[in-house]
């Protein structure tokens, strides 16, 4: 279900619970083995949003470098320095896709970035576009899930998650690993898909809004959602400094139109016939998405901090 959670438990999970996450991390990992190309293929390297000012008349050419802007306005809105003495020089990409943004940050800071991933074929392309564009020496990428990251506590300087956490089946735990590899006075940013908070006398979404989270959920091989208060919450039962959040669902409000243009255009349509039948499902809630957001109930969020020096 899309209810709201953000998968806190207190004691270990139980084999049913953990044959679900096996098989959430599958699909997910499965979802994007065959998805991915379709989208580089249209789309190019950056599988995220994009962020476009909101009274802009916003033409299809704008859309790629309006994901080059989500980068970049998330850095600032975080304060992530770019002098040489403050700026980042190790960073992980949590959910890294085909890479996009590890090697954005790795060029933009000249650092050292690792890319996460489920899937073996988004983390083979990341490292052949890496070394196709010279930076095979600065990134890497590897299959890995976020809730146990294969790196040693305190490695890096700035922790990045960009439209990953919607995937996390426990928000705890993630967040939690977040912070365990980010070094003292580290940057973490977090962006992505929440439902909307719940006023002080609700327990939950209304079943209508429920409705359209599970339908999305099915396709798109998400668990629970969490509000943007709920990651707030998490950050602050982990001490920690300088949080922050926002919701720029209004600055994101033209990407899935576009998304769903360029589907139906002729490449769109025989890339996705192509690439299988996890993609043509999620394509077919796309529309669903655009009434989330029309409707409320999807909120696109930035959740920032600072790990105590």
């Not at 044959?19 to 249209?42: P, R, T, V």
């Not at 930076?135 to 590897?142: E, H, N, T, W």
């Not at 990651?231 to 982990?238: F, G, I, N, P, R």
Request: with cysteine; glycine share 6%; charged share 25%.
């Amino acid at each position: 279900m899309a209810t709201t959670a953000v998968g806190v438990s207190a004691v270990p999970m139980t084999a049913a619970e953990d044959e679900q996450q096996q098989k959430l991390k599958k699909g997910i990992a499965e979802f994007y083995d065959e998805s991915s190309g379709m989208w580089e293929n249209i789309w190019g390297e950056h599988m995220h949003h994009g962020f476009y000012n909101t009274d802009d008349v916003v033409q299809l050419s704008d859309h790629r470098s309006a994901q080059i802007r989500m980068i970049e306005q998330s850095l600032a809105f975080a304060s992530v320095p770019d002098d040489a003495d403050k700026k980042p020089r190790t960073i992980v990409d949590v959910g890294c896709g085909i890479g996009g943004s590890s090697r954005y940050l790795a060029r933009k800071y000249g650092a050292e970035c690792h890319g996460i991933t489920l899937s073996p074929v988004q983390a083979e392309r990341a490292q052949a576009l890496a070394a196709a564009q010279g930076l095979a020496d600065k990134v890497s990428f590897q299959v890995a899930d976020a809730l146990n990251q294969p790196f040693p506590d305190g490695k890096f300087d700035l922790v990045w998650s960009m439209e990953s956490g919607e995937h996390m089946p426990d928000k705890l735990k993630f967040v939690s690993e977040l912070v365990r590899v980010a070094a003292p006075g580290a940057t973490i940013i977090i962006v992505t898909w929440c439902h909307r908070d719940l006023s002080p006398d609700e327990k939950s979404l209304r079943p209508e809004e429920e409705k359209i989270l599970n339908k999305i959920c099915s396709s798109f091989y998400l668990p629970a959602w969490c509000s943007t208060a709920d990651y707030v919450k998490l950050l602050e039962s982990l001490s920690l400094q300088d949080i922050k959040a926002a919701d720029w669902s209004a600055n994101v409000a033209p990407f899935w139109p576009a998304v769903i243009k360029t589907a139906l255009s002729w490449k769109g349509i025989t890339s996705l016939l192509r690439s299988g039948w996890k993609s043509i499902r999620g394509a077919m809630v796309m529309p669903l998405m655009i009434e989330g957001f029309k409707k409320d109930v999807i909120k696109f969020s930035i959740i920032t901090c600072k790990k105590p020096e």
